[in-house]
């Protein structure tokens, strides 16, 4: 019926299809619009960005055209006071250039951008700055001369030129002075910085994401704005960019693309102009980061995505709706047809039912509810105390004597009580002759389950009753505790009693015709056989401890006597064994053994085998030089899984890690269980390698912290354990037996503290220096003991505001006011509280101070409404009785529950996430509230997060300290409150101390506030 009822919903008719195509026809329709608009609008804003970046592209090519400019017009100036004094042949010596350098200085010092002024003839010879000098020929004379020859232009600008000795980087603007017969006469150089360049373009204002290059022809950088440090390519590097390349071989004066790799290279996307400058070998290039021009486009994306993601859901929905409907429909016409198929069926039934019970040697009686007979049924109607006809009707009172129908009435009691079937035994007279029947009475139930009557069958067990009582009184004295069997003189079994079944597991036809031998174990050889039956031969008996098996295949042990009987003639007719089992014996005795060496939960070795193991190896590693290791392992977590789930549920975890350990080692090592929650491996025979040594049990170690990242299943439960592990290493210098396993567990708690403070892995080598460390911490855990007694714990209280000055109430923190060493800070004393589980007195004392302090404000209408918030331990919610002794202290102190504000962490939640939402549901149903305390810092899963009883969640200081400045930060914030918002949950800032702070929090809808802003932590 299941199966034709899947087919039928798999056959989905055309009422289904249709709605389910227009929805996704409509779906594709509306992706398809929201495509075209995105491509559309990303179109838009590319022709956006492309102008601008032309149009910055255009403006600085002119500034740096402009800059040029000057320069050329300073140079005209200059070649024009020096092209009346250019040599000629009627020029008198006294006015020639190199004679009137004064004059020459004077000119130079009025010019704006040269930074040097050089003249030379055409031969390269420099007759200025100094006739004092000797006119020498230029080493950068030839890249001079290149461009004299190669430019028709009166001026010329040259490329970028490096300098081969200083290595400086420079601008030639080189200005040729005409004789009278046209010749070139005089050339005047002017040497300038690229900083000329660069400088023009000063005034330029760049907004985010934009950026300007100048290049020479030969691909050289000029220089660069905004100034990047530390960027790959600098001024007076060649680029090797091929898109530039192919822009200055094309000869066109403009260029727009998308590129990826900009000039300098810097691995983002952009929009690149390139332009060339007017009259000068060098282009110019502006390119814009395509992150930040697309900003309001991918924006808008978001904006788009996430509404056509609404309208799929809001669609889905009702088309969801309108499918069940028809699903409704559906079902209802299938019930209909198997109904009138189940009365076909039954009707079928009832005939079979006829034939079954007409079939049915025995008589069968039908009562209802209330012990009338509806039916009866007898083979032999003699059986019957009337006729079938007169019975119907009657009630079993009117028809059983009075002593049987009160029995009847207890079974029937009983029946109808446990749905069980009850066999009663009674006695009939029946025709005149007492006959015995053996009833057995069933319940009956309707299709609704409810009881509708009893069927009881009737047998007649008369002549049952006297052959059961002549077999017992014949096997009376072959049964007795011992097991026997009785075989001929070949050995071929002819009887065994029910201590032989009892003990081999064989019932007697199974053995019957059979020899002994199915019995052997083959723990024993021939010879063994062959000396018992010699025995058996010489003296007519033997007894000794043999091993054979059940029929299950178990092995067990006997204590078996074999005696031969003789016939008169004195040959052996049969052989009688008699035997009793020893096996509990001998388990007993193997168990004293294991009790005194193994541990009998794990059924690994004990502390006593591992110190026997150790003092072994220790000696072997002195006479062969040889190494060995030593690990101790701390499995976390234990205490509290036996306090939420009972020691038999932490003794399955203790076998199922025993377990995973034991897969781990190889069988040549000891692994041991040394306490509750710690177990030790010793790594024997690592060589004579300290170093190899060290690795082997590195590795050993690390194979353990992995089989354990995962959770372990126990009776289809999930429970994850940590661990730590501590190693030592046992060689001939460190072989003092009795200190190596202390020195694993110093190693053991260095790698827990390690793995805390600095987040290191859980593993640790022997250090001498822990010494120190921990014979304090047991100081400061003895200390802390007795801090409670004394009065030294005190509470701080630091206010919660809501904007813009309103208190709210407090958050109660806890304080250690030392003796000796004055306040000490709840980073140090709270672990270890954890650890020694003294957090569950303290967080007991601290919650009903919180709740007298609550109590006692009630009297006074200004702090009536104030709130407290409590910090709550994982270890207290780990505890049986927190809910209810937190209903204690709210019942004894008088408190308002609702201004009881327990705070928890996310990692609280990570622990058998169900349990502890069981129980904040009932603190949650008593009043208390709950604030989610350092959200964003560990795990929470958002589905699981929605189910919570929360109130508040409390934003970590961590993210508020940076909340203004770094970006990161202040969207983890907004998400936070937004998260906040969306599942109805007051939200709380921790650690405010600005008023910055507090203003950009009220303006991103965070209206409550904590930290040294309003008040530091003070008692009250």
Request: hydrophobic share 40%; net charge negative; charged share 20%.
């Amino acid at each position: 019926m299941t199966e034709q009822k899947n087919k039928t919903r798999l056959n989905l008719p055309l009422a289904y299809r249709l709605p389910i195509a227009l929805y996704i026809l409509a779906l594709l329709g509306l992706v398809a619009s929201a495509g075209y608009v995105a491509q559309s609008t990303y179109r838009q804003a590319s022709e956006t960005v492309t102008n601008r970046s032309a149009a910055n592209a255009d403006l600085a090519a002119e500034m740096v055209a402009n800059r040029l400019l000057s320069t050329r017009n300073e140079l005209r100036t200059f070649a024009g006071f020096v092209q009346p004094l250019v040599r000629q042949p009627n020029t008198p010596g006294a006015t020639r250039p190199e004679n009137i350098e004064s004059h020459l200085d004077k000119r130079v010092s009025t010019l704006g951008f040269v930074s040097e002024l050089l003249a030379a003839d055409p031969a390269g010879n420099f007759f200025y700055p100094s006739m004092a000098e000797k006119v020498t020929r230029a080493p950068d004379w030839p890249f001079i001369a290149k461009y004299l020859s190669d430019n028709p232009n009166r001026e010329v600008v040259t490329p970028l030129y490096t300098d081969p000795v200083t290595g400086e980087i420079e601008i030639w603007m080189l200005s040729k002075l005409h004789s009278d017969t046209s010749d070139v006469a005089t050339v005047i150089v002017a040497r300038q910085p690229p900083d000329v360049l660069s400088g023009s373009l000063e005034r330029l204002s760049l907004s985010t994401g934009q950026s300007i290059a100048i290049l020479d022809e030969s691909m050289m950088l000029v220089a660069r704005l905004p100034v990047v440090a530390g960027a790959a390519v600098s001024p007076g590097q060649i680029l090797t960019d091929s898109l530039a390349r192919r822009f200055i071989d094309s000869g066109s004066d403009s260029y727009q693309v998308i590129v990826e790799g900009p000039i300098p290279n810097d691995g983002e996307a952009r929009f690149y102009a390139f332009k060339r400058v007017l009259g000068a070998p060098y282009i110019v290039v502006v390119g814009e980061k395509t992150s930040v021009a697309l900003q309001d486009w991918h924006q808008s994306l978001w904006v788009g995505a996430t509404g056509i993601l609404l309208v799929a859901i809001i669609g889905l929905f009702f088309l969801r709706q309108f499918c069940r409907r028809l699903t409704v429909e559906n079902e209802l016409l299938h019930e209909n047809r198997q109904r009138r198929s189940s009365q076909q069926n039954a009707q079928a039934n009832e005939s079979r039912l006829q034939a079954l019970v007409n079939s049915i040697p025995d008589s069968t009686f039908v009562f209802d509810e209330h012990g009338r007979f509806t039916f009866a049924h007898a083979q032999d109607k003699g059986q019957l105390l009337m006729p079938v006809e007169k019975l119907l009707g009657l009630h079993y009172n009117e028809v059983l004597p009075p002593e049987l129908a009160a029995r009847f009435d207890g079974i029937k009691t009983d029946v109808e009580k446990s749905q069980k079937m009850q066999n009663i035994e009674y006695q009939l007279f029946v025709n005149g002759e007492a006959r015995d029947y053996e009833a057995r009475v069933n319940a009956l139930t309707d299709l609704e389950g409810q009881h509708s009557g009893f069927l009881t069958l009737v047998r007649d067990i008369t002549e049952d009753k006297v052959l059961e009582a002549e077999l017992r009184i014949a096997s009376t004295a072959f049964e007795t505790h011992l097991g026997i069997i009785i075989t001929d003189e070949n050995s071929i079994i002819l009887r065994a009693n029910k201590a032989f079944s009892r003990i081999t597991g064989y019932a007697e036809q199974d053995v019957l015709g059979k020899t002994p031998n199915v019995l052997q174990s083959g723990l024993q050889d021939a010879a063994f056989y062959h000396y018992l039956w010699a025995r058996v031969q010489e003296s007519g008996s033997w007894e000794g401890e043999i091993w054979n098996l059940r029929k299950d295949g178990e092995a067990y042990a006997e204590w078996l006597t074999i005696t031969a009987i003789c016939g008169k003639s004195g040959v052996v007719q049969n052989y009688v064994g008699t035997f009793h089992d020893i096996t509990k014996r001998k388990k007993a005795e193997r168990n004293a053994h294991r009790l005194a060496f193994y541990d009998s939960l794990t059924e690994l070795a004990n502390k006593t085998l591992l110190e026997e193991k150790i003092s072994g190896v220790c000696n072997a590693d002195i006479r062969h030089n040889a190494h060995a290791a030593l690990l101790h392992v701390d499995v976390e977590q234990l205490r509290a899984v036996n306090d939420a789930r009972g020691y038999g549920f932490g003794d399955l975890v203790l076998k199922s890690i025993a377990q995973q350990l034991a897969g781990i080692v190889r069988e040549s090592d000891t692994l041991a269980r040394i306490g509750g929650d710690e177990f030790a491996i010793l790594l024997s025979s690592l060589g004579s390698s300290q170093d190899v040594a060290a690795r082997s049990a590195e590795n050993v170690a690390d194979k353990i912290l992995d089989a354990f990242a995962l959770p372990i299943k126990v009776l289809e439960h999930k429970i994850q354990v940590s661990v730590s592990i501590g190693i030592t290493l046992i060689n001939e210098r460190t072989a003092v037996c009795d200190q190596q396993l202390q020195r694993a567990e110093q190693a053991t708690q260095q790698a827990k503290e390690r793995a805390k403070l600095r987040g290191e892995r859980r593993i640790s080598f022997f250090d001498s220096e822990i010494q120190a460390q921990v014979v304090q911490h047991v100081l400061l855990e003895e200390e802390l003991r007795n801090a409670l007694a004394e009065n030294q714990l005190v509470l701080y209280y630091q206010p919660q505001i809501r904007k813009p000055n309103q208190l709210l109430g407090y958050e109660v923190l806890l304080r250690w006011r030392h003796p000796e060493r004055g306040i000490v800070s709840p980073a140090v004393f709270i672990p270890i509280a954890e650890q020694s589980r003294l957090i569950l007195p303290i967080g007991r004392w601290v919650i009903e101070q919180a709740c007298e302090k609550l109590a006692a404000w009630q009297s006074e209408p200004t702090t009536s409404e104030l709130s407290l918030a409590v910090n709550v331990s994982i270890i207290q919610f780990q505890s049986n009785s927190f809910v209810e002794q937190v209903g204690q202290i709210l019942e004894k102190t008088g408190a308002p529950p609702r201004l009881l504000k327990l705070e928890v962490t996310e990692s609280l939640l990570m622990n058998d996430p169900e349990r502890i939402t069981e129980m904040m549901n009932r603190l949650r149903s008593m009043g208390v509230r709950f604030s989610l305390d350092d959200f964003g810092t560990g795990y929470s899963s958002m589905s699981y997060l929605n189910q919570l009883p929360l109130d508040q969640i409390k934003i970590d200081q961590s993210f508020i300290n940076e909340v203004t400045s770094n970006l990161a930060n202040s969207a983890i914030v907004e998400s936070i409150i937004g998260l906040a918002k969306g599942l109805n949950l007051e939200v709380i800032a921790e650690g405010v101390e600005t008023e910055e702070q507090r203003d950009w929090l009220a303006n991103h809808g965070c209206q409550n506030f904590q930290g040294y802003l309003f008040g530091r932590p003070e008692e009250i």
